[in-house]
Structure formats: structure tokens, C-alpha cells
């Protein structure tokens, strides 16, 4: 029997994908859940994580003409009641505060008190509250377009959680936006979709398909919903992230008129776009190996770490100045958006230990120095992602650690392509179909299917049949499906314009 490898994280990833998924998060310190049911608190790794998504994601805004603006967290019921289908597709996870203060008991505990004339949501997206604002922001066709983004928390009450793929409470950004036209606003609708794709694959190693959302999986009250998805490595879909053309139906919910160049009154078309935390588990996800998370250099939290190995205590100080001067070298120099940067981890703890803990934080380069090193002007590194280690000149080192990250990242994005290309296929017989979604082994379904490119109607009931019995759904409807040429249904053999997508979804 061949010896089994021994890996940090347990289970794997074939073992029991979800579990080794919670095991990432936690062994990687990203994450851990809180006393507050369905609620995380991000560690500081994670936190600087998504500091650097935001400000990838925010240059990007600003650089496409958008401003950051704040609104409140909590939304007035009678707002949301304002758009009908906005009301259904979130009534059924809202937070609701219905009182403004709290009284102490003759049992000695503390009970809600002040009942609110009005209850408040706390809000799932703020497409409402934003609207109100707006209205009052826009009157002239001369005040538009309205291009403002936010960064905040929003809440929605989710029965099954998991960190950063599905909790009650997370972070993100959404931007909103009104305009003069339909054009412009669908204009706007596909800008930041290709914005969303353009952060994932570029700063997140993370190819993914763009197109349309089919009617059922649309966002409530939008007219369409354009989204991002990738292949995660159990090759599962991951929605990361949606752009909506809401048409003018908010602008009417919540009264944006503008007096239009001709002089009469019109509504505005507006738009809204997010993503959120959920970035970080797609990056888990894509990423991620048996031994830890691994994280694309140009969003890693740190890019290097130096080891010093200390076997006598009478080397320390001279392995410390010399991990210092390496470090000062390194910081000078420039990857993508920032410097270089550099942690130099001298805790009194077990060397191997402590080397496994950033192969399991997934920094991108971690570089061992000890007195044979230093003798040597070098040290010995290792490459997260391919695992390669050398030993290598420290002049080298420092000159190459860019090209070095540069790799990392484009390997990185090139791997996920792969993999993602390995797991894509096309059906046309629905029995094919139906057994690339059925798990040969129903005892360990995890890592079993991909994305089946096939033929549909366009009709629900072959949609709902199909989820119904596989649990799979159209991700997305391709924009340039008319190349894949005209066909029949997978599943009922009527006409189909072309192929979408087929997948198991988180
Ligand atoms: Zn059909």
C-alpha cells in the first residue's frame, strides 16, 4: 500500500470537501463563527484580505466615475413595502427592530420597551432607502447620471450559514446608480459586470463565466440581473457577483423624476451592482489546497515572510539584523498596485510549527534564513503555490521577488483555468446529462459534475424540472450563446437558441 501523504488540512478535499472548506478557514485564522448565531468575526489575515479587495474594488469605482456615499442601516417597512416583487424575493430573512429601548424587570432582566410606531429592517440591500434619497438628489435631467457606491454591512436572516459563503450578517459593497436612459443605464448594467470580472480574474486569480441571469434566479425587482460565476474545486458554481438593470422600476417605487430635456416629467433608469465577503470564499474555494489556504500575491495580506532558524541563542541577533536588512531590501520594492511586504516572524516557537502556519495562511513566499544561510548571503525559500523551494543568492532574491509574485499569480489564474476547462462539457442526451450530476458514490458526493454547456428552451418548466431533480440550475445564460449555434432543449427537445450553463450552485 502506498504510504498515504500527509497533508495539514483534515479531512481533504476528496474526503469531504465542505468540512475541509470550514478547516481552511479556520487553520488559515480568516475566520471563526461567533456566539451570535450565523454571525463571523473576521480575523485579522481575513480582515486585511478583504481591506485589499476593497481597495482593488474601489480604485476601479472611482476610475469608472463613481463616488462613495453612506446611508443608513436601518430602512423604514413601508419603503421596502414599496416595490411588490422587491417585498417577496426578502421579507422571509429580514432582521426587524421593533423597539427603541430596553426596561429592567421585577425579574432582574432586561425586557424591549418604547414599541416603534414603525418598524425599522435592518437592511438586506438598500435599493429603497437609496431610492428615497434619490428622489429628493435628482430633479433636472442636469443632476443625472447619479453614480455613488457604498461600503457597508447589510443582514439577512439565513437559517444554514457558512462563513463567508452564506451568513447573516456580512460586508460589501453596492453600488447604485440612476440615469437619464435606458441605454445608459444598461450601459452602466454591463460596465461594472465587466468590472467584477476584470477584479476576479486580474486581482483574484479567479476566471469566471459572465451573462445573464434566467427570470427565476433574478434578483427581486429587477428588470435583469448579469452576473459573475466560477468553478470552485468541488466544482460547484459560485455566484460571485451581480450587476442589475433595474429598469425604471424603483425610480417609480420610490418617485426619482427628473424634468427631462424636453421639460415633461420622467422617471429615471436606474441600476445596482454588489459584491461581498463571499469573494473570500470563492478565493478559498479556487485556491485552496490540502495543506491550507493559498492566497493570489497581488490581494495576499503579506507577499513574504522571513524565518529565522535559531538553533543557538549567541545567533540571534546577527540572524535578526540580517533578516532586517533583508526586509528593508525587499520593502523597496514594487508588486502590482503596492510594496512589497514583508513579515519577519521571530516568535520562540517550533520551527516547523511555525512554518506551517504560513503554509496554511497561504502567504505566497516564505523564505527560511539560518546561520548557514547568512554564511552563504542567501536563504531558502518556498513557493506556496507550486511548493518549489531553493536556496538562492539574497541579492536574487530581493531582485526577483516581483517576477516571483507575478508567477505565482498568473499560475495561479492559469491553474483555475484549467481545471475549470477539465470539469466544463457539453450534453445533448439528457441521460448524459443526468449522470454527470449524479455522484458515482453516493457516500462521498463531493467533487463530482462541473459545468454541463447545454441546450434549453427557455422555458421554466424544463428550469424547474431540472433543479428539481439534480438540485442543478442555469447559472447563467451565456452573453454570446448565439455561437454556440441553434439546438434542442436537454431536457424536452424543443428549439434552443444556443447553450447556457448547468450547474450545482452554492
Ligand atoms: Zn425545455
Known amino acids: 500500500m502506498a504510504k498515504q501523504k500527509k497533508t495539514a488540512i483534515t479531512p481533504t478535499r476528496d474526503e469531504n470537501y465542505p468540512e475541509w472548506y470550514q478547516q481552511v478557514v479556520r487553520a488559515a485564522e480568516l475566520a471563526e463563527n461567533s456566539d451570535v448565531r450565523g ?19 474601489d480604485k476601479m469605482f472611482k476610475e469608472t466615475g463613481h463616488v462613495n456615499a453612506y446611508f443608513p442601516l436601518f430602512i423604514p417597512k413601508s419603503y421596502l413595502e414599496k416595490e411588490a416583487e422587491h417585498v417577496e424575493g426578502f421579507a422571509k430573512e429580514c432582521a426587524v427592530v421593533t ?101 476576479a480574474e486580474d486581482y483574484m486569480a479567479m476566471p469566471v463565466l459572465t451573462g445573464e441571469k434566467t427570470a427565476g434566479e433574478r434578483f427581486p425587482g429587477a428588470v435583469s440581473t448579469l452576473c ?54 470563492g478565493m478559498i474555494m479556487t485556491h485552496g489546497d490540502d495543506d491550507g489556504m493559498v492566497m493570489p500575491p497581488r490581494l495576499a495580506p503579506s507577499h513574504v515572510v522571513l524565518l529565522p532558524i535559531i538553533r543557538q541563542e549567541e545567533d540571534r541577533e546577527a540572524i535578526l539584523a540580517y533578516c532586517n536588512e533583508i526586509a528593508a531590501k525587499l520593502r523597496t520594492q514594487r508588486f502590482h498596485e503596492r510594496e512589497v511586504e514583508v513579515v519577519i516572524d521571530a516568535r520562540d516557537i517550533n520551527a516547523g510549527e511555525k512554518g506551517w502556519g504560513w ?75 443526468v449522470a454527470f450530476f449524479t455522484p458515482e458514490n453516493k457516500e462521498r458526493p463531493e467533487a463530482h459534475g ?37 439546438g434542442q432543449c436537454v431536457c424536452c427537445g424543443k428549439p434552443s437558441s444556443g447553450r447556457v450553463v448547468f450547474a450545482k450552485s452554492y
Open 99 to 199: 423597539h427603541h429601548r430596553l426596561e429592567l424587570g421585577e425579574d432582574g432582566k432586561l425586557h424591549p420597551a418604547g414599541e416603534l410606531e414603525e418598524p425599522l429592517i435592518v437592511r438586506p440591500t438598500s435599493e429603497t432607502i437609496i431610492g428615497a434619497t434619490f428622489a429628493k438628489w435628482v430633479q433636472s435631467y442636469r443632476d443625472l447620471p447619479l453614480l455613488i457606491n457604498q461600503w457597508a454591512n447589510v443582514v439577512r436572516w439565513e437559517m444554514r450559514t457558512r462563513l463567508f459563503l452564506r451568513t447573516a450578517e456580512f460586508l460589501w459593497q453596492e453600488g447604485h446608480t440612476a440615469h437619464e436612459t435606458e441605454a445608459e443605464a444598461w450601459e452602466e448594467t454591463r460596465k461594472m459586470l465587466e468590472v467584477y470580472k476584470t477584479f
Open 39 to 57: 454571525c463571523m468575526v473576521i480575523k485579522p489575515w481575513g480582515y486585511a484580505l478583504w481591506e485589499n479587495i476593497q481597495r482593488g474594488l
Open 359 to 433: 503554509v496554511k495562511k497561504g502567504i505566497p513566499v516564505r523564505a527560511e534564513v539560518g546561520p548557514r544561510d547568512m554564511a552563504n548571503h542567501s536563504v531558502f525559500m518556498a513557493r506556496r503555490d507550486t511548493g518549489e523551494k531553493k536556496g538562492i543568492d539574497k541579492d536574487e532574491f530581493v531582485a526577483t521577488i516581483a517576477q516571483t509574485l507575478e508567477d505565482i499569480q498568473q499560475g495561479m489564474l492559469q491553474k483555475a483555468r484549467d481545471y475549470r476547462a477539465a470539469y466544463t462539457r457539453e450534453f445533448d442526451s439528457y441521460d448524459e446529462f
Open 450 to 486: 462541473g459545468f454541463a454547456m447545454s441546450h434549453w428552451c427557455d422555458g421554466s418548466a424544463c428550469e424547474d424540472k431540472i433543479s428539481d431533480d439534480l438540485s442543478v440550475t442555469i447559472r447563467t445564460v451565456p452573453f454570446d450563446r448565439a455561437e454556440s449555434g441553434a
Open 228 to 281: 459573475i460565476e466560477a468553478m470552485m474545486q468541488d466544482r460547484k458554481a459560485l455566484q460571485a457577483g451581480t450587476s442589475h438593470f433595474l429598469g425604471q422600476n424603483f425610480a417609480k417605487a420610490s418617485g426619482i423624476q427628473y424634468a427631462a430635456r424636453e421639460g415633461d416629467k420622467e422617471f429615471a433608469w436606474t441600476t445596482s451592482w454588489g459584491v461581498s465577503t463571499r469573494l473570500i470564499g
